[in-house]
């Protein structure tokens, strides 16, 4: 692996000299893509691991390299801790990383031989640091802990398996009675432990024995399944949800999960719909617009489009986020003001107007015989 000096101060250098963390990986073969964070190298020969990383979040991950090309993306989030040695093996059977625990008596060895092993330690490419932290300053490592897949691997293929364990018997019943095809393929699904543990979207739109005004507004307003969501799954605490969307997006955008994508997606709709929070919880949707707007950055102007349609799901659904904060009351000068040089920003990157009335809320013009 191969990386230039990035630059930095000297007193920075010396700083995470002394307290960066480092991640020691042995073993991984020559071609191999290894990345951390937004950073990615193919790996070369006497490449060790990766030295001076600030402590915090940070998402590792890799992809296994042969003749036919380079393989799914598989990952994990780490805490870095000041000054921590993490040391992972490459499994050369499965091509991945290990699932063998190194030893404490091992990990201190390699701690006391850190000087020797320095030469063939990549350091972390400091320039990226700021970017990664304004996608991940909501991500903690409890968030981490709450939301990964048990396993602790993020992985881009889901990892599939039968139904049940007798379905060759069944697929041969099946041939006999010649059903359909696509009858005589077994049932799938994901391996427990691998999925990622997105939050529950409640589908409940209004409250129990809500009137029949109250079910109206919920059917246009999500602030009532934004609050059930923060209370079934954040214990209360709002900004979860922004920890929530930064999560998935790095899972998305870094990690290749397309489940993520989706997730972000309903996130960001409820957020975007929900009127009356924005009244009651300005901050948070403040912290909401910079959260997409770090995130957007990082996404080709192309992306969205429909091919059928030419149109986007986030054009519609930020539409409704501008017109909630310019048609609500008592919205502050921040979140109006943050809203509009945001609405100004995506207008002249990615060319959409949101000032055009969608299709679907456009009055429909009715022809009399």
Request: charged share 25%; proline share 5%; aromatic share 12%.
């Amino acid at each position: 692996m191969t990386t230039q000096s990035e630059e930095m101060d000297q007193d920075t250098a010396r700083h995470l000299f002394e307290e960066g963390a480092t991640f020691v990986f042995f073993d991984v073969p020559v071609g191999t893509e290894f990345g951390i964070d937004y950073n990615i190298w193919n790996v070369a020969e006497k490449f060790k691991g990766v030295k001076m990383i600030p402590p915090g979040i940070h998402f590792v991950h890799y992809s296994a390299t042969s003749c036919y090309g380079t393989g799914p993306r598989t990952g994990f989030f780490h805490y870095f801790k000041g000054r921590e040695v993490l040391v992972k093996k490459w499994d050369k059977q499965n091509e991945e990383i290990s699932n063998e625990t190194v030893s404490v008596e091992e990990v201190e060895r390699i701690k006391m031989d850190l000087r020797n092993l320095d030469k063939n330690l990549a350091p972390y490419p400091y320039k990226s640091l700021k970017k990664w932290v304004s996608l991940t300053n909501y991500v903690s490592e409890d968030v981490v802990n709450r939301l990964k897949p048990e396993s602790g691997v993020i992985a881009s293929a889901s990892q599939l398996v039968p139904d049940a364990p007798t379905k060759t018997t069944e697929q041969r019943a099946s041939l006999r009675s010649q059903q359909p095809a696509d009858d005589n393929l077994p049932k799938m699904h994901c391996k427990p432990g691998t999925e990622i543990n997105f939050s529950k979207i409640p589908k409940e739109t209004h409250p129990p024995n809500a009137t029949p005004n109250q079910v109206t507004k919920y059917g246009m307003d999500s602030s009532y399944r934004l609050e059930m969501l923060v209370s079934l799954n954040y214990i209360g605490h709002m900004t979860s949800v922004l920890s929530e969307i930064q999560f998935v997006f790095i899972c998305f955008i870094v990690g290749h999960v397309y489940d993520a994508f989706e997730q972000w997606k309903n996130l960001i709709h409820i957020m975007c719909t929900s009127e009356e929070a924005m009244t009651n919880q300005q901050k948070l949707f403040e912290d909401f617009i910079s959260v997409l707007h770090f995130q957007l950055k990082e996404i080709p102007t192309d992306f969205f489009v429909d091919i059928v349609s030419r149109s986007n799901f986030l054009t519609v659904t930020l539409q409704r986020l501008f017109s909630n904060i310019e048609d609500g009351n008592n919205m502050s000068t921040g979140l109006t003001e943050k809203a509009r040089k945001f609405k100004a920003n995506l207008t002249k990157r990615f060319k959409w107007d949101f000032d055009v009335e969608p299709e679907d809320e456009a009055p429909v013009m009715v022809e009399c015989n």
